[in-house]
């Protein structure tokens, strides 16, 4: 989140009105997913969207229906792998419904580095899951 850490009982996304607090009342930080800029305070959900309009907004209106919903799938997976490379792109791939192929094609477009690979601990918990 990119915001000075600030407590508060409840945080309101300024896009959609989205109100999160904790169960108990206590004042906490804003959620990580959150980000706070001098154009208000954003959840994931209205970033996401935010990033999805950028690259429309850029895209001419007389372009085809197709070339607009790429580049609207394009920025989604951009935007994901921005705010979380250090995830696996099956991570984020599920994360944006899309193809393990497209997220590290949007690696690559980013020169972002390859995250790390998993812990012993993390492909053995995989190996468990899929044996189920």
Known sequence: MSQTQTISKKWTCDRCGVTVSRIDGEAAQAPDSWESSAAGQFCLVC?????????????????????RAKRRRTALIEFEVSRTPEHADGVIARACRTSV????????????????????????????????
């Open 47 to 67: 970033r996401r969207e935010q990033a999805a309009e950028a690259a429309l907004d850029s895209t001419p209106s007389d372009s085809p229906v197709a070339e």
């Open 101 to 132: 192929s497209a997220v590290t094609k949007a690696r690559r477009n980013l020169n972002l580095p390859d995250p790390p690979p998993p812990s012993q601990a993390s492909r053995a918990k995989q190996r468990e899951v899929a044996s189920r």
